[in-house]
């Protein structure tokens, strides 16, 4: 069963303008998360975020990977409702296959969001933030609410998890990357861009790295030191430094109305978008700012 633990908040009056509300998702599975979640919560605690976080959802439940566990204890410190529901043990409990990549996702998947839609209904929210989540959202959950996914990489670039785009980008020997945030939609990593940044894989700290590779295969480079690669740790910095300052800034973009979303397109104002903002100033000022 769903779990929380706290109270959903009440919200305020209709004459008081309200601050946005965030459904953020998580599995909760390793540092970024755990980074992602505390970055958000500072922008809100400083002023900069004009939002709140309605509640915390993960797919994972206590006790399930310690990684996770620390993540609970994050959660548990800043007071925001807590709810959770394993898919490994939905799956178990519906006798459903594993999901395959690559593969339709089985039927159970959409059955689980259904449950997942119906825990998370006495909290409401504008909007939902997937941060470091790792399921596939299906058709009950993308279209309960605008789901914003944070990919690590730019418009046009690779899909798949981040370890899956790094290599890719140093098997394509990318001169660029970036990170985007798009609509979930069932196109996979294929919905409308919401916003996005670039940063350059050449120039200094970083040609000495791409020199050491040679012309070894990424199979070997794989095989050999893999994601120790040094080439591989500059590229996941460069891409993780930036995620963190591209979703605050996205989510003060809605908490400002400057951005929505209606329907399945996103509009500034009430002028549909053809494609996402480009944020890239913005995200390396702020970078710049953290470094002085």
Not at 115 to 126: F, I, R, S, T
Not at 148 to 160: K, S, V
Request: glycine fraction near 8%; aromatic fraction near 8%; proline fraction near 7%.
């Amino acid at each position: 069963m769903p779990e929380n633990n706290a109270a959903a908040g009440k919200r305020a009056s209709p004459s008081v303008p309200q601050p946005l509300r965030v459904g953020w998702f998580s599995t909760g599975r390793g540092e970024g998360s755990r980074n992602l979640l505390q970055a958000a919560l500072r922008a809100i605690r400083d002023g900069h975020l004009p939002a709140e976080i309605a509640f915390i959802f993960s797919n994972r439940e206590h006790g399930e990977f310690e990684a996770t566990d620390r993540f609970f204890v994050d959660v548990a410190a800043s007071g925001i409702p807590l709810i959770t529901l394993s898919d490994r043990r939905f799956r178990r409990a519906s006798a459903g296959e594993v999901a395959r990549k690559g593969a339709p996702l089985p039927a159970w998947r959409v059955e689980y969001d259904r449950a997942v839609v119906a825990a998370l209904e006495p909290y409401g929210c504008d909007i939902a933030m997937l941060a470091g989540y790792m399921l596939i959202s299906t058709a009950p959950l993308f279209s309960w609410r605008p789901l914003l996914n944070l990919h690590p990489a730019a418009p046009g670039g690779p899909a798949g998890t981040w370890q899956d785009v790094i290599w890719q980008l140093i098997d394509r020997q990318a001169e660029r990357s970036g990170v985007r945030i798009h609509l979930s939609t069932a196109e996979l990593d294929e919905g409308p861009i919401v916003t996005y940044c670039t940063y350059p894989l050449r120039g200094p700290g970083i040609d000495d790295l791409w020199s050491t590779t040679g012309a070894r295969s990424i199979q070997d480079l794989r095989n050999g030191e893999g994601e120790a690669l040094p080439l591989f740790q500059e590229i996941r910095r460069r891409g993780a430094a930036r995620e963190a300052p591209l979703v605050i800034e996205t989510l003060r973009a809605f908490a400002s109305r400057r951005l929505r979303v209606v329907g399945d397109s996103l509009c500034e104002g009430s002028t549909p978008l053809a494609r996402g903002f480009d944020l890239t100033p913005e995200i390396e000022a702020t970078l710049a700012s953290t470094v002085a």
